[in-house]
């Protein structure tokens, strides 16, 4: 078999036999979601779990953590299968995202933010639910209702929040701080991972794309949905 650019790789063994570019690739992919779902489970879901405010609040965060730890599982487990050693799937061994270097202190901050930063995860998802590579293809399926989850649950209880007038301002002042730092988070236009990723079928959208798909969201759920403003994203 002959993989090259438009071919679907359906096995782990074929994988060991495409081009090194393709493998590449595909690797990175993997690598970036093993730790940055196991970072954002450590300095997000797990500390919510004590800043939510009932019981019922406290179960559905800590099924969140629950997700978020599952997912670096996932991940790592099939970049074992690809010849990644485990060490280099953990945040000790790849910077993170800056999107995590946030300092969550409240309830309130951890809503916003399952708003924000999930709907990102979600469009990114939505790419690798159609990958070339079978293999990550379907573990995106598989992890793509739990994202969507976590973003209803910030709906959810920032809804709950907001039904408190008196806290409106509290809320739009997590997202004036958090909002602007979503900017890097789908990367650099002109990417020439991105480009790549393209080529070989494993994403589908540009950069710009998925980061337009994102403002749109944010309108609609942070504007439309709850009445609140968007501040202008900085680099």
């Given at each position: 078999?002959?993989i090259?650019?438009g071919?679907?790789?359906?096995?782990?063994?074929e994988?060991?036999?495409?081009?090194?570019e393709?493998?590449?690739a595909v690797?990175?992919?993997?690598?970036?979601h093993?730790?940055?779902?196991?970072?954002?489970?450590?300095?997000?879901?797990?500390?919510?779990?004590?800043?939510?405010?009932?019981p019922?609040?406290?179960?559905?965060?800590?099924?969140i953590?629950?997700?978020?730890?599952?997912?670096?599982?996932?991940?790592?487990?099939?970049?074992?299968?690809?010849?990644?050693?485990k060490p280099?799937m953990?945040?000790?061994?790849?910077?993170?995202?800056?999107i995590?270097?946030?300092?969550?202190?409240?309830?309130?901050?951890?809503?916003?933010?399952?708003?924000?930063?999930?709907?990102?995860?979600?469009?990114?998802?939505?790419?690798?639910?159609?990958?070339?590579?079978?293999p990550l293809?379907?573990?995106?399926?598989?992890?793509?209702?739990?994202?969507?989850?976590?973003?209803?649950?910030?709906?959810?209880?920032?809804?709950?929040?907001?039904e408190?007038?008196?806290r409106?301002?509290?809320?739009?002042?997590?997202?004036n701080?958090?909002?602007?730092?979503?900017h890097?988070?789908?990367?650099?236009?002109?990417?020439?991972?991105?480009?790549?990723?393209?080529?070989?079928?494993i994403?589908?959208?540009?950069?710009e794309?998925?980061?337009?798909?994102?403002?749109?969201?944010?309108?609609?759920?942070?504007?439309?949905?709850?009445g609140?403003?968007?501040?202008?994203?900085?680099e």
């Amino acid at each position: 078999m002959t993989i090259q650019p438009g071919t679907q790789v359906n096995t782990v063994e074929e994988f060991h036999k495409a081009p090194d570019e393709f493998r590449i690739a595909v690797e990175k992919i993997v690598i970036s979601h093993a730790v940055n779902e196991l970072y954002g489970a450590r300095v997000f879901d797990e500390p919510a779990v004590a800043l939510a405010p009932s019981p019922y609040a406290k179960w559905l965060t800590c099924r969140i953590a629950m997700e978020e730890y599952g997912h670096h599982v996932r991940f790592s487990e099939l970049g074992e299968q690809l010849g990644i050693e485990k060490p280099r799937m953990t945040p000790e061994h790849k910077k993170p995202l800056s999107i995590f270097e946030f300092d969550m202190e409240s309830w309130a901050e951890f809503c916003v933010i399952k708003i924000l930063a999930d709907t990102a995860e979600v469009i990114q998802v939505e790419d690798l639910i159609h990958c070339s590579f079978v293999p990550l293809r379907k573990l995106a399926r598989m992890t793509m209702p739990e994202e969507k989850f976590h973003v209803q649950f910030g709906m959810d209880f920032t809804a709950e929040i907001l039904e408190d007038e008196d806290r409106k301002a509290e809320v739009q002042d997590v997202v004036n701080r958090y909002y602007p730092m979503m900017h890097k988070f789908f990367g650099r236009s002109q990417s020439e991972n991105n480009r790549i990723y393209r080529k070989w079928g494993i994403k589908q959208r540009t950069n710009e794309d998925m980061a337009k798909a994102y403002v749109d969201l944010m309108q609609e759920k942070i504007v439309g949905h709850f009445g609140l403003e968007l501040p202008t994203a900085t680099e």
